[in-house]
């Protein structure tokens, strides 16, 4: 049986401007501590906005299933799923689309969707400020100096020599000051502007805190046509002013750290026993000013008859070997004990399901993101090893990686 989204009524009083509804959805959200959800597709104009009646509501187990009889809602996992670090599916009690924003999609007849809505037509001035947003209550995590970082890659590229793994991503975090007055809503836009390409994301919720990101990979999606997608992307370089992304040229290195991912894709289709489906690629993609290797896959669901692809396939794909590396389980072994800090949602996975249509459901990687914290962001980034991999060049490189999602803050 499908669950359709909540009935439509009218944004109630006057309709303020874009960036004031979305003020209004996230002070309402906050105050009344509820998980919150805020996004925009790539290649979109529009924000989205989903918020669930309650904290418990949101707390989920498996990986949802990207099928149209699903709940609608917003999916935020971590990289390894924790007590710390919980898993979380928002159901879309309340939703918002910039596209329609004269609309609310909620049950009138529920007490926290009629206290929106009395809220949203009594409260315009008086919206709090700074907004109380999510806080984690895990400490700040451990950030790793150059040469600690040089040292991680060095055991990986052992790890790599010795056969323990074929490829594996080292991660770090790295924490920066919040410049005075920086106003999280405003940041979230700057991002939709500055990254067109991008999903971008705000996420505020009890237990995870509130996160930003604009990443650049798709983990699985089924769009509106009923199409599969995934991607293999690795390799990074950075994108040189002026120059034309497909004159790149790519070392040996990323051409197997990218095969590599590409090959564990296939490797998943196979164990499902699925051979109906397209490879196109590699080729170079940007990435706000990086450039990365990109296979795209997909599936044509109306002509290959396999309705839990998405599902079967998202709970194969995560964490992919673009973010763990390979083998799959080596590979989370060796982050576990020599990584020396906690990803929580960086490298987890997060978007809309059946939003903001049933059977339509869209999952990104969580990259170049940042945690806030009460006076500071924490931002994370990783780079794929490989036997070759050269310590100062994969610290240059995660300098770039943070440097995307950086920008809002300078
Ligand atoms: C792990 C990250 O990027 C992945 C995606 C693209 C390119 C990557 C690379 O070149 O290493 C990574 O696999 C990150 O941005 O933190």
């Known amino acids: 049986m499908s669950q359709p989204l909540p009935r439509i009524v ?45 904290a418990d509501a949101a707390l989920t187990g498996l990986p949802p ?67 109380p947003w999510h806080q984690s209550a895990q400490p700040a995590p451990h950030t790793a100096t150059p040469e600690e970082y040089h040292h991680l890659v060095e055991t990986g590229v052992a ?18 000051p919040l410049p005075a007055g920086f106003d999280v809503l405003r940041a ?9 390409r991008a999903f971008v994301s ?47 040229i790519w070392r040996q290195k990323e051409i197997e750290e990218q095969a590599l991912v590409a090959r564990y894709i296939v490797s998943c289709f196979k164990q499902l026993r699925l051979r109906e489906y397209e490879e196109t ?21 109306r002509q290959v008859p396999f309705p839990t692809l998405g599902t079967d396939m998202l709970r194969l794909l995560h964490p992919t070997s673009a973010v763990g590396g390979m083998p799959k389980q080596a590979a989370l072994t060796f982050l576990q004990e020599h990584e020396g800090y906690d990803r929580a949602y960086y490298s987890g996975f997060l978007g809309p399901v059946n939003l903001p249509s049933s059977g339509v ?32 060049r994969e610290w240059q490189e995660t300098e770039m990686k943070l440097s995307t999602i950086g920008a809002i803050l300078r």
């Not at 501590?33 to 989205?48: D, F, I, K, M, S």
């Not at 074929?166 to 991660?171: G, I, L, P």
């Not at 706000?288 to 896959?297: E, V, Y």
């Not at 990687?365 to 962001?377: G, K």
């Open 159 to 176: 790890a790599i020599r010795s056969g323990q793994v074929v490829k594996v991503v080292s991660s770090r975090a790295a924490r920066r």
């Open 65 to 131: 299933a990207l099928t149209p009889e699903a709940p609608a809602g917003f999916a935020f996992f971590p990289f390894r799923d924790s007590d710390h670090n919980p898993a979380l599916f928002l159901p879309a009690d309340i939703y918002w689309n910039a596209e329609l924003p004269n609309q609310l999609h909620l049950d009138s007849t529920d007490n926290r969707a009629s206290q929106l809505l009395a809220f949203v037509a009594t409260e315009h001035a008086a919206v709090p400020q700074p907004l």
């Open 281 to 301: 690629g590699p080729r170079t993609v940007v990435a706000g000013q990086l450039l990365h290797l990109r296979t795209d896959f997909a599936v044509h669901l």
């Open 10 to 54: 009218p944004w109630p009083g006057p309709v303020p401007e874009l960036p004031e509804q979305q003020r209004q959805l996230f002070a309402f959200a906050l105050e009344q501590q509820l998980p919150v959800a805020a996004w925009r597709l790539p290649g979109t104009e529009h924000a989205q906005v989903c918020i669930s009646r309650s």
């Open 188 to 196: 979230f836009r700057d991002l939709c502007a500055r990254y067109p």
């Open 361 to 392: 459901s869209r999952l990104f990687v969580n990259l170049r993101c940042l945690q806030l914290r009460s006076h500071e962001a924490v931002l994370y980034a990783g780079t794929g090893l490989t036997v070759d991999s050269d310590p100062e």
């Open 202 to 248: 705000l996420v505020s919720a009890p237990g995870a805190g509130t996160w930003l990101g604009a990443s650049p990979e798709v983990l699985a999606e089924i769009d509106e046509q009923g199409i599969f997608r995934t991607m293999a992307l690795a390799g990074t370089q950075a994108l040189a002013p002026g120059a034309l992304p497909h004159h790149a």
